[in-house]
């Protein structure tokens, strides 16, 4: 079993920077890929970042790609989502989750867990 928490969400105005944080305790940390969704209200959630076990290998959605970068510390168990040049249609739910299924997945069905979400407000 492996447990996520969110953090660093918050309201920013459009072209500023967040930075998210997923905490993971249970299971190795280090034995999981690690993915960042979002869920804009009314929409189907979508995949935004993914990053190996290892941290070598990244893989990013095409609408948020060389605005966001996928990262993780693996001594913390945490796993961060900074996020720059942010737009209002960056505004959703965002969620960490972990996968022991593959390498670098992009699907929301290979991964085993999910955290609660925080919520990012991008203002116009």
């Known amino acids: 079993q492996v447990q996520l928490v969110e953090s660093g969400g918050g309201l920013v105005q459009a072209g500023g920077s967040l930075r998210l944080s997923c905490a993971a305790s249970?299971?190795?940390?280090?034995?999981?890929?690690m993915g960042w969704f979002r869920q804009a209200p009314g929409k189907e959630r979508e995949f935004v970042a993914t990053i190996s076990r290892s941290g070598g290998s990244t893989y990013y959605a095409d609408s948020v790609r060389g605005r966001f970068t996928i990262s993780r510390d693996n001594a913390k168990d945490t796993v961060y989502l900074q996020m720059d040049n942010l737009k209002p249609e960056d505004t959703a739910v965002y969620y960490c989750?972990?996968?022991?299924?593959?390498?670098?997945?992009?699907?929301?069905?290979?991964?085993?867990?999910w955290g609660q979400g925080t919520q990012v407000t991008v203002s116009s």
């Open positions: 989750a972990a996968s022991s299924n593959s390498p670098l997945p992009t699907a929301g069905r290979s991964y085993d867990y």
């Open positions: 249970g299971r190795t940390f280090t034995n999981a890929a």
